[in-house]
């Protein structure tokens, strides 16, 4: 099946690009298998922009890393489904994952070096994605082949706004900027067409000017090639600026989820006040930085009940006797906080 006969028929049935259900995921810490991730769901429809959001070891890139099937040696899958177009992903073969990864989900990370090939020049790299992908060219054989996978690597670098992209695909990575290299890798994401964008922070390496440019042309691909992409990330200006929906992630759950809009608004679970509290403010010409007290639970000693409850500055006797169920307040607005229980339905 092609990719447009994929994105044809989605279109038609209004099948979510991706929907997660229940997934769980234990890692092998110390001879024990550890619960990473706790019934983790989320969807995303053609088009948007999803922002999943947390601090560091919330669980965020374990959730995109199952997606592509590419979880570590020592991780497995307890329980749940990842569904991409519709269909499972979980239980599939190393092979149709192969296949799953090189046409329906790209990944892009912060750090770019580590994915581009020293030795081979940008276009060289490019290039040789059709090489393997020969579907993405028209029909086309030996010298013309050729020909074309290297004028579509300079269309693919022109996309991303990389200026004189002739000269770019010449050049090595080491010879470009970091703000250069992610753009690149970008377009190497995009050539394959993908039905879905994973990037992982891939601001959080780059200085300031050039972090809004990148998040000025993933917003600018959103428009030109109805990009649909989850956006991972710490940083709740981010989210503001790209995303249409957030899902709120602390230590393995599921805590939040809603319209940016109306999260930014009226924040209800306490985590992810604090999260927009950290956005840094202006006051009186200096920045004020408000960091959530406290600190992650290790994952081999979490607390009990609410893992959020011991920074939870509206924390009471339930909080740690009980895991809280996930609430749907409103449509489309889940939370998983006691604060609500007995003012909602369980989702």
């Not at 149709?96 to 276009?123: D, H, I, M």
């Not at 090595?172 to 992610?182: H, K, N, R, T, V």
């Not at 989850?230 to 899902?247: C, E, S, Y």
Request: contains cysteine.
């Amino acid at each position: 099946m092609t990719s447009a006969t994929r994105r044809s028929g989605a279109a038609a049935t209004a099948v979510p690009v991706l929907e997660i259900s229940d997934l769980s995921v234990e890692l092998s810490i110390g001879g024990r298998w550890i619960q990473a991730l706790d019934r983790v769901g989320l969807t995303i429809q053609r088009g948007e922009v999803l922002g999943l959001v947390g601090e560091s070891g919330s669980g965020k890139s374990l959730t995109a890393l199952s997606i592509a099937g590419l979880l570590p040696g020592n991780a497995r899958v307890a329980g749940g489904s990842i569904r991409l177009n519709g269909e499972e992903v979980l239980g599939k073969s190393e092979q149709a994952l192969n296949r799953l990864r090189a046409r329906s989900v790209a990944l892009v990370f912060q750090n770019p070096t580590s994915y581009l090939n020293p030795v081979l020049t940008v276009g060289a790299q490019i290039a040789e994605i059709f090489e393997l992908n020969p579907e993405l060219l028209e029909a086309a054989g030996g010298r013309t082949r050729r020909r074309e996978a290297w004028r579509q690597s300079i269309e693919a670098l022109r996309l991303v706004r990389i200026p004189d992209p002739e000269r770019v695909v010449e050049r090595y990575p080491f010879e470009l900027s970091g703000g250069m290299q992610q753009r690149v890798v970008i377009a190497m994401a995009l050539v394959r067409q993908p039905d879905l964008v994973i990037a992982d922070e891939i601001t959080t390496a780059l200085d300031v000017t050039v972090q809004a440019q990148i998040l000025s042309l993933l917003a600018e691909l959103r428009r030109t090639v109805r990009l649909t992409l989850l956006l991972i990330t710490h940083d709740m200006g981010i989210v503001a600026q790209l995303a249409d929906r957030v899902v709120v992630m602390y230590s393995g759950s599921v805590v939040e989820s809603s319209d940016v809009r109306t999260l930014f608004k009226s924040p209800r679970h306490p985590y992810s006040k604090a999260l927009l509290e950290t956005v840094p403010t202006i006051d009186g010409g200096r920045t004020v930085f408000r960091p959530i007290r406290g600190a992650m639970p290790a994952l081999t000693d979490p607390p009990a009940g609410c893992r959020f409850h011991p920074r939870c500055p509206d924390a009471f006797d339930q909080c740690s006797r009980r895991k809280p169920e996930r609430l749907a307040l409103d449509p489309g607005r889940v939370v998983a906080c006691h604060l609500y229980e007995g003012g909602a339905v369980s989702e």
